[in-house]
């Protein structure tokens, strides 16, 4: 599964608590992306990251904070979670071709 | 903008059935199309992209650029065919990002 871990695979936690989600690779890859997936919406891009310290917004990003300080960590954080943050927070690489991607297996956030 | 719009939310055929799950897109510039597979329990996976023309576990997708669409298409179905499919959309300038469609549930009923 492309060595795409992310943790924690559940969560809950209560509204205006900070939470911090990590995806972790062994991929190498210089690309990674941090999603959100909610019914009737598909898959949103949050942020992304490009290398290290070079991160970018995507179209979901108010909310949300990115850092990028090793190849292989990037990590997602809510700074005051809200009940609309409720999701499945997904992690992806880049793959072998441009614009391929690969899958983390999820996070399950639930906001009270 | 980009946007790819799967305009079914389920998709519900027998066993043995063709399957057509459709995707349509807006995009100005030349695209680069895919379509993702999320089977239960299992995570978001690449099932086939337009560029390398190929049949992935006997489905086929061709990129009509006059009707801006990349439906998925399988002319008999399986019961291991049911779960959620994704389209996505990237091309030249847009940084290596991908636009998913809102997905389309495809169950197959024995």
């Known amino acids: 599964d492309a060595g795409i871990t992310q943790s924690p695979r559940h969560k809950v936690t209560e509204t205006g608590t900070p939470v911090t989600l990590r995806c972790h690779q062994t991929?190498?890859?210089?690309?990674m992306y941090w999603y959100r997936q909610d019914p009737g919406h598909g898959l949103r891009l949050i942020h992304y990251?490009?290398?290290?310290?070079?991160?970018d917004k995507g179209e979901v990003s108010d909310g949300y904070s990115v850092s990028r300080s090793k190849t292989e960590d990037f990590l997602l954080t809510l700074e005051s979670a809200t009940s609309s943050q409720t999701s499945v927070y997904f992690c992806?690489?880049?793959?072998?071709?441009?614009?391929?991607?690969?899958f983390g297996p999820g996070t399950r956030l639930t906001v009270l | 903008a980009q946007r790819v719009t799967q305009p079914e939310k389920l998709l519900s055929v027998f066993k043995g059935a063709p399957v057509e799950l459709k995707c349509n897109y807006s995009?100005?510039?030349?695209?680069?199309l895919f379509w993702y597979v999320q089977y239960s329990r299992q995570r978001l996976q690449l099932l086939l992209r337009?560029?390398s023309r190929e049949s992935i576990k006997g489905f086929t997708a061709d990129l009509n650029k006059g009707e801006t669409s990349f439906h998925l298409k399988k002319p008999f179905a399986q019961e291991e065919d049911s779960a959620m499919y994704y389209c996505?959309?990237?091309?030249?300038?847009?940084?290596?990002?991908?636009?998913f469609g809102a997905g389309t549930i495809l169950r197959v009923k024995s």
């Open positions: 992806a690489i880049g793959g072998q071709y441009p614009n391929e991607q690969f």
């Open positions: 991929e190498n890859h210089r690309y």
């Open positions: 990251s490009y290398g290290v310290k070079d991160t």
């Open positions: 995009y100005s510039g030349s695209p680069e």
């Open positions: 337009h560029i």
């Open positions: 996505a959309l990237s091309g030249v300038g847009y940084g290596n990002k991908l636009v």
